[in-house]
């Protein structure tokens, strides 16, 4: 049985065993994930100081955040439901947090927001979305052969 639309994709999963939804699933997320973690990559600002680590351990050359941007998925185990995590480490939290958001300057002041995070996701919306339906695609009718 060959699947060629995406209605009865849905519907082979259906069929499917749990383990093997959640795998078809997980993967298909994934997938979208690394689409908009390549864009949020090519986004993310790059400074010219280094930085010191959340917990002062170690210290951080500028551009580091960019490099540790990936995408992480995870199960949400009491309803199964794949999720997927973009950001950079926790060692460059300040990418998302202070850079994303804007932050308090020390002697008063603020510092504004320079997104880009949000707008590498609205960037690659269709793209990721399109990544999504063909794994699921291709995951289901391997199986289903």
């Given at each position: 049985?060959?699947?060629?639309?995406?209605?009865?994709?849905?519907?082979?999963?259906?069929?499917?065993?749990?383990?093997?939804?959640?795998?078809?699933?997980?993967?298909?997320?994934a997938?979208?994930?690394?689409?908009?973690?390549?864009?949020a990559k090519?986004?993310?600002?790059?400074?010219?100081v280094?930085?010191m680590a959340?917990?002062?351990s170690?210290l951080?050359?500028a551009?580091?955040?960019?490099?540790?941007?990936k995408a992480?998925?995870?199960?949400?185990?009491?309803?199964n439901?794949?999720?997927v995590g973009?950001?950079?480490?926790?060692?460059a939290?300040?990418l998302?947090s202070f850079v994303e958001?804007?932050h308090?300057?020390?002697g008063?002041?603020?510092k504004?927001?320079?997104?880009?995070?949000?707008?590498?996701?609205?960037?690659?919306?269709?793209?990721?979305?399109?990544?999504?339906?063909?794994?699921?695609l291709?995951s289901?009718?391997?199986?289903?052969?």
């Amino acid at each position: 049985m060959e699947v060629e639309g995406l209605e009865e994709a849905i519907n082979g999963y259906r069929e499917l065993a749990q383990a093997t939804q959640w795998k078809i699933l997980s993967q298909a997320t994934a997938a979208a994930g690394r689409k908009i973690a390549k864009r949020a990559k090519r986004n993310a600002p790059v400074g010219s100081v280094a930085k010191m680590a959340y917990d002062n351990s170690m210290l951080l050359a500028a551009g580091y955040g960019r490099t540790t941007v990936k995408a992480v998925r995870f199960r949400r185990r009491y309803d199964n439901v794949a999720l997927v995590g973009i950001g950079p480490n926790k060692f460059a939290y300040y990418l998302s947090s202070f850079v994303e958001k804007g932050h308090a300057v020390r002697g008063g002041g603020f510092k504004p927001a320079d997104p880009w995070l949000k707008p590498a996701i609205s960037q690659t919306e269709k793209e990721a979305v399109q990544a999504f339906e063909r794994k699921i695609l291709l995951s289901v009718n391997k199986v289903l052969k």
